[in-house]
């Protein structure tokens, strides 16, 4: 029961003076109960540690044995002087030629096969993310006011609304469909649905084609991401109609991923890649809007209402070796977490009809505590890869410490003790942060966690007030805002983190080959300078 309570926040909400009933005219307060983000590097699972570390030896075995043998060899030659040295050579290349010139077969054909068998790393060359048009433009106040109009609403659910709105992190710039707030008429058609992506993805992909001077033909690999619409022919089919791609290109239409998505699809193309070298992958991630928006009066499901908002993005990655000169960056990890095994998890984002039929997106009140634990199964995998030597000495002596020698409380201590484990400090592993805008509160409580500065977490509270919550594509959103401001250099490390319905937890880190100049086509350009706020 105190591990329960641990888990909980009050607030007192002011409701204004009743204006019925047996109170009318005096104030009326509420208590709102909430479930908090978990505490969750105060009890990281050892099993994930022992997976980050299995990631990290198993591909890096060669690595270490390799200091070995050069210290034996050095050592041996190091024995003799040089002209020992050259008369032991001269002398077993005379008696042995044959021996000898069988090694140099053997080493050559070792180079050789380790060269050619080994992942080729993958860039990314360029990206390019869609800025909506004006005319989509709506801020708070119109929100209320157009989703009052449309009849669609009673005024406790607009009032829910206009006050999550008010605290969710979003700006009055943000953008989405005004098909949404049509008075009667159903938004989620194949029809509108086809228009509000199609418009998003062909404008993120001219952009992406122009930047880079590719020609859609040259793609070899296209994995389209989109979690609520998925239209006969897919997303994917439609950006190969449209550019007339080629007819053997390996094309991958991702659905009902959720946020993290745009992550998994860089996955999936990375391997398309190293099944198939020598080529280009594009990578588009977006949302329709109009399919996540909520008619009805259940609560749960209107909260999607107030955070999703119109984006898109488009990547272009390759492994061919002479594209290093021009990419920006090179991935280097990418760590996968799936929670769908536990029922809670599964349900925690979940789309179904209320009770008067009416489709939407469910968000569980438990969604915070569950993203906690993916979200603490992640970080302890990806810990052992990125971490310096230092932090993983720390962390895992003290893992142990806790795990060999449990602290023993009492049942009337607190949850935490003076036992703590040591919790890594991540940014000495990255420079740059991309967290999934997904609302003020989650970024809270990562930037306590994750103990973050704000400058950390910049980016992401930048997104999320301009642009909102645009699924999984706002951690492309967040790296453009970096780009803009010019913080990326040579050898920077760049975190993206994010998670979705499942449930998922997706980390991927990217490393800056060049320093990355301050772009000429961004969707910052016109808003860069008013970031951060309050500057």
Same mark, same amino acid.
């Given at each position: 029961?105190?591990?329960?309570?641990? $888990?909980?926040?009050?607030?007192?909400?002011?409701?204004?003076?009743?204006?019925?009933?047996?109170?009318?005219?005096?104030?009326?307060?509420?208590?709102?109960?909430?479930?908090?983000?978990?505490?969750?590097?105060?009890?990281?699972?050892?099993?994930?540690?022992?997976?980050?570390?299995?990631?990290?030896?198993?591909?890096?075995?060669?690595?270490?044995?390799?200091?070995?043998?050069?210290?034996?060899?050095?050592?041996?030659?190091?024995?003799?002087?040089?002209?020992?040295?050259?008369?032991?050579?001269?002398?077993?290349?005379?008696?042995?030629?044959?021996?000898?010139?069988?090694?140099?077969?053997?080493?050559?054909?070792?180079?050789?096969?380790?060269?050619?068998?080994?992942?080729?790393?993958?860039?990314?060359?360029?990206?390019?993310?869609?800025?909506?048009?004006?005319?989509?433009?709506?801020?708070?106040?119109?929100?209320?006011?157009?989703?009052?109009?449309?009849?669609?609403?009673?005024?406790?659910?607009?009032?829910?609304?206009?006050?999550?709105?008010?605290?969710?992190?979003?700006?009055?710039?943000?953008?989405?469909?005004?098909?949404?707030?049509?008075?009667?008429?159903?938004?989620?058609?194949?029809?509108?649905?086809?228009?509000?992506?199609?418009?998003?993805?062909?404008?993120?992909?001219?952009?992406?084609?122009?930047?880079?001077?590719?020609?859609?033909?040259?793609?070899?690999?296209?994995?389209?991401?989109?979690?609520?619409?998925?239209?006969?022919?897919?997303?994917?089919?439609?950006?190969?109609?449209?550019?007339?791609?080629?007819?053997?290109? $390996?094309?991958?239409?991702?659905?009902?991923?959720?946020?993290?998505?745009?992550?998994?699809?860089?996955?999936?193309?990375?391997?398309?890649?190293?099944?198939?070298?020598?080529?280009?992958?594009?990578?588009?991630?977006?949302?329709?809007?109009?399919?996540?928006?909520?008619?009805?009066?259940?609560?749960?499901?209107?909260?999607?209402?107030?955070?999703?908002?119109?984006?898109?993005?488009?990547?272009?990655?390759?492994?061919?070796?002479?594209?290093?000169?021009?990419?920006?960056?090179?991935?280097?990890?990418?760590?996968?977490?799936?929670?769908?095994?536990?029922?809670?998890?599964?349900?925690?984002?979940?789309?179904?009809?209320?009770?008067?039929?009416?489709?939407?997106?469910?968000?569980?009140?438990?969604?915070?505590?569950?993203?906690?634990?993916?979200?603490?199964?992640?970080?302890?995998?990806?810990?052992?890869?990125? $971490?310096?030597?230092?932090?993983?000495?720390?962390?895992?002596?003290?893992?142990?410490?806790?795990?060999?020698?449990?602290?023993?409380?009492?049942?009337?201590?607190?949850?935490?003790?003076?036992?703590?484990?040591?919790?890594?400090?991540?940014?000495?592993?990255?420079?740059?942060?991309?967290?999934?805008?997904?609302?003020?509160?989650? $970024?809270?409580?990562?930037?306590?966690?994750?103990?973050?500065?704000?400058?950390?977490?910049?980016?992401?509270?930048?997104?999320?007030?301009?642009?909102?919550?645009?699924?999984?594509?706002?951690?492309?959103?967040?790296?453009?805002?970096?780009?803009?401001?010019?913080?990326?250099?040579?050898?920077?490390?760049?975190?993206?983190?994010?998670?979705?319905?499942?449930?998922?937890?997706?980390?991927?880190?990217?490393?800056?080959?060049?320093?990355?100049?301050?772009?000429?086509?961004?969707?910052?350009?016109?808003?860069?300078?008013?970031?951060?706020?309050?500057?």
């Amino acid at each position: 029961m105190a591990k329960e309570h641990a $888990l909980l926040s009050t607030e007192i909400v002011n409701r204004g003076v009743e204006s019925s009933g047996p109170d009318a005219g005096s104030l009326t307060f509420s208590v709102r109960v909430r479930r908090r983000l978990p505490d969750f590097l105060q009890s990281v699972n050892l099993k994930y540690v022992k997976l980050g570390y299995h990631y990290m030896i198993s591909h890096g075995i060669y690595l270490m044995t390799l200091p070995v043998l050069v210290v034996i060899f050095g050592a041996e030659i190091g024995s003799l002087t040089k002209e020992e040295l050259w008369q032991k050579v001269w002398d077993e290349a005379s008696y042995d030629l044959a021996t000898v010139l069988a090694f140099f077969a053997v080493l050559v054909f070792t180079i050789s096969l380790y060269i050619t068998s080994r992942p080729r790393p993958v860039y990314l060359i360029d990206f390019a993310c869609y800025l909506p048009p004006e005319e989509n433009k709506v801020s708070k106040e119109e929100f209320i006011t157009l989703a009052r109009k449309s009849g669609k609403f009673d005024e406790a659910s607009l009032a829910f609304q206009s006050r999550i709105l008010q605290s969710s992190g979003l700006g009055d710039e943000t953008y989405m469909p005004r098909s949404v707030f049509a008075p009667g008429v159903n938004c989620a058609t194949m029809k509108e649905g086809r228009a509000e992506t199609s418009q998003a993805m062909f404008a993120a992909l001219d952009e992406l084609f122009e930047k880079c001077r590719v020609r859609p033909k040259d793609v070899s690999v296209l994995v389209v991401n989109c979690s609520l619409f998925n239209p006969t022919p897919s997303l994917s089919a439609m950006i190969v109609n449209h550019y007339k791609m080629r007819g053997n290109i $390996l094309s991958y239409n991702l659905g009902g991923m959720g946020c993290s998505a745009g992550i998994i699809a860089v996955d999936l193309a990375r391997d398309m890649l190293q099944a198939n070298p020598g080529g280009y992958a594009v990578v588009v991630s977006t949302e329709a809007v109009s399919f996540t928006w909520y008619g009805g009066k259940r609560r749960s499901m209107l909260i999607p209402n107030c955070f999703f908002r119109s984006g898109c993005s488009a990547a272009l990655l390759s492994n061919r070796r002479r594209d290093f000169r021009r990419a920006k960056y090179s991935l280097e990890h990418i760590v996968r977490t799936h929670k769908g095994a536990d029922e809670r998890s599964f349900r925690s984002v979940y789309q179904e009809e209320d009770e008067e039929r009416i489709k939407g997106l469910s968000i569980s009140r438990d969604l915070l505590e569950v993203g906690g634990h993916a979200l603490k199964a992640n970080i302890t995998t990806l810990g052992p890869l990125v $971490l310096p030597f230092s932090e993983q000495l720390l962390f895992f002596a003290a893992l142990l410490y806790r795990h060999f020698f449990p602290s023993k409380q009492s049942a009337a201590s607190p949850p935490a003790s003076t036992s703590a484990p040591y919790i890594p400090d991540y940014k000495r592993a990255f420079e740059h942060f991309c967290m999934h805008a997904a609302s003020r509160e989650v $970024l809270d409580h990562l930037q306590r966690n994750l103990d973050l500065t704000d400058a950390n977490l910049e980016a992401s509270r930048a997104v999320l007030h301009r642009f909102g919550n645009t699924s999984s594509s706002s951690i492309w959103y967040e790296l453009a805002y970096l780009e803009s401001k010019g913080k990326v250099r040579a050898g920077d490390r760049v975190w993206q983190l994010a998670f979705g319905s499942g449930f998922k937890c997706n980390s991927a880190v990217w490393r800056a080959v060049r320093r990355v100049r301050k772009p000429t086509r961004s969707p910052w350009l016109g808003s860069i300078d008013r970031y951060p706020m309050g500057n």
